[in-house]
């Protein structure tokens, strides 16, 4: 278990890296006004409108960096910070969401994928809960059906894996889409631009480094269950 302990820190050692990263971008790109002096809020509105798309709202939600598009209720939800910002990073970040809406209405396959996975992936985070508190607790009890709970465990691990490298597309898709409109409408100079891009770049690198701690995670529990087989 020690390993996979260690496995863990690693990984959220380099996925606090990369958010740290992320915030000082943030944070450096927002102390830039843009030429156009739009806020995030009409940066989106415009992308929406410009890609036919009238039946998602965007709101202003509390935080920094809680941004996010839903489908289920066709919200575009944009942190304080972007919604009222008018520089590159709040431009940036709204029209990334708004990115995932023109995926949503166009059904881009790997989003609806996605969608799909997500009670898939709720689901497999609780069964993973239950079977690592019965292998924590339950002593005697589970040795007997100690492959049958680590293949539990590799399972659920196989979902967080595809899930996680499943968001790369849709993530990076959503940014060319939205980098791609941002140029050709004029929203933004091409300096801007370039800023823009930098700020995306290193919210990608977030997932990136998620999808490879699932990974590493997914492979030692399959070295634990093949180990356990062998003996």
């Given at each position: 278990?020690?390993l996979?302990?260690?496995?863990?820190g690693?990984?959220?050692?380099i996925?606090?890296?990369?958010?740290?990263?992320?915030?000082?971008?943030?944070?450096?790109?927002?102390?830039?006004?843009?030429?156009?002096?739009?806020?995030?809020?009409?940066?989106?509105?415009?992308?929406?409108a410009?890609?036919?798309i009238?039946?998602?709202?965007?709101?202003?939600?509390?935080?920094e960096?809680?941004?996010?598009?839903?489908?289920?209720?066709?919200?575009?939800?944009l942190?304080?910070p972007v919604y009222h910002?008018?520089?590159?990073?709040?431009?940036?970040?709204a029209?990334?969401?708004?990115?995932?809406?023109?995926?949503?209405?166009?059904?881009?396959?790997m989003?609806?994928?996605?969608?799909?996975?997500v009670?898939?992936?709720?689901?497999?985070?609780t069964?993973?809960?239950?079977?690592?508190?019965?292998?924590?607790?339950?002593?005697?009890?589970?040795?007997n059906?100690l492959?049958?709970?680590?293949?539990?465990?590799?399972g659920?691990?196989?979902?967080?894996?595809?899930?996680?490298?499943i968001?790369?597309p849709?993530?990076?898709?959503?940014?060319?889409?939205?980098?791609?409109?941002?140029?050709?409408?004029?929203?933004?100079?091409?300096s801007?631009?370039?800023?823009?891009?930098?700020?995306?770049?290193?919210?990608?690198?977030?997932?990136?480094?998620a999808?490879?701690?699932?990974l590493a995670s997914?492979?030692f529990?399959?070295m634990?269950?093949?180990?356990?087989?062998?003996?």
């Amino acid at each position: 278990m020690m390993l996979y302990y260690v496995i863990i820190g690693v990984t959220m050692l380099i996925s606090w890296m990369a958010s740290s990263r992320l915030k000082n971008k943030f944070k450096k790109y927002s102390q830039i006004q843009l030429a156009k002096d739009l806020t995030g809020a009409d940066v989106a509105r415009l992308m929406l409108a410009d890609n036919g798309i009238h039946d998602v709202k965007v709101t202003c939600v509390s935080g920094e960096l809680t941004d996010h598009y839903n489908p289920a209720n066709k919200t575009v939800n944009l942190s304080e910070p972007v919604y009222h910002g008018r520089n590159a990073a709040a431009t940036a970040v709204a029209a990334h969401e708004c990115g995932h809406a023109v995926q949503h209405a166009k059904a881009y396959s790997m989003l609806q994928f996605r969608s799909a996975m997500v009670p898939i992936q709720s689901i497999s985070g609780t069964i993973q809960q239950v079977v690592m508190m019965a292998m924590f607790f339950g002593g005697a009890f589970i040795y007997n059906s100690l492959p049958t709970a680590i293949l539990l465990i590799v399972g659920c691990n196989l979902v967080f894996t595809l899930f996680a490298f499943i968001t790369l597309p849709v993530e990076y898709d959503a940014s060319n889409r939205a980098l791609a409109w941002i140029e050709a409408r004029g929203i933004v100079n091409s300096s801007e631009h370039a800023m823009a891009k930098d700020a995306l770049n290193a919210a990608a690198r977030t997932y990136v480094v998620a999808a490879i701690g699932a990974l590493a995670s997914l492979l030692f529990w399959v070295m634990m269950f093949l180990g356990g087989s062998r003996d």
